[in-house]
């Protein structure tokens, strides 16, 4: 450790503002407490050691949504189905020139606000519910 305190000489970016290391060795158990407890509070394990170590994460520590991995993975399957279906009414729609598939193309849109609604939901944010165009 230096004996005076180290000051920096104009603003950076967070990268060069934090450049300095403070390293702890630990066990695999004791570290995996660390960044359960780092994931618990939704920021990275190294904002988790300065809020422990200074009483602050500092500025610019970024909060981690929580998210869901079983709900990730239905809304990507979701995407995937409903994507494909889209893909198909758009060709036959083009291919035949007609309205016969509007139907389906308007329920392919209800489909896709689900799947909008899943993935906010996944991200912890409020559903924006069925709006359909007027």
């Not at 300095?20 to 158990?29: E, K, M, P, Q, S």
């Not at 407890?37 to 988790?48: C, E, F, M, Q, T």
Request: with cysteine.
């Amino acid at each position: 450790m230096p004996d005076q305190p180290i000051t920096p000489n104009r603003k950076k970016s967070q990268k060069r503002q934090r450049s300095l290391r403070i390293v702890a060795n630990c066990t695999a158990d004791e570290f995996n407490a660390v960044a359960a407890k780092a994931k618990a509070a939704g920021i990275s394990a190294s904002a988790y050691a300065r809020a422990v170590l200074l009483g602050s994460p500092g500025p610019r520590a970024q909060r981690r949504l929580p998210v869901d991995a079983d709900l990730l993975r239905q809304v990507l399957a979701l995407h995937g189905k409903f994507g494909s279906n889209m893909n198909q009414i758009a060709y036959q729609l083009n291919a035949r020139g007609d309205k016969a598939g509007a139907v389906q193309y308007e329920e392919g849109l209800h489909d896709w606000a689900i799947l909008r609604d899943a993935m906010l939901a996944a991200l912890g944010k409020p559903s924006k519910g069925s709006r359909r165009p007027a």
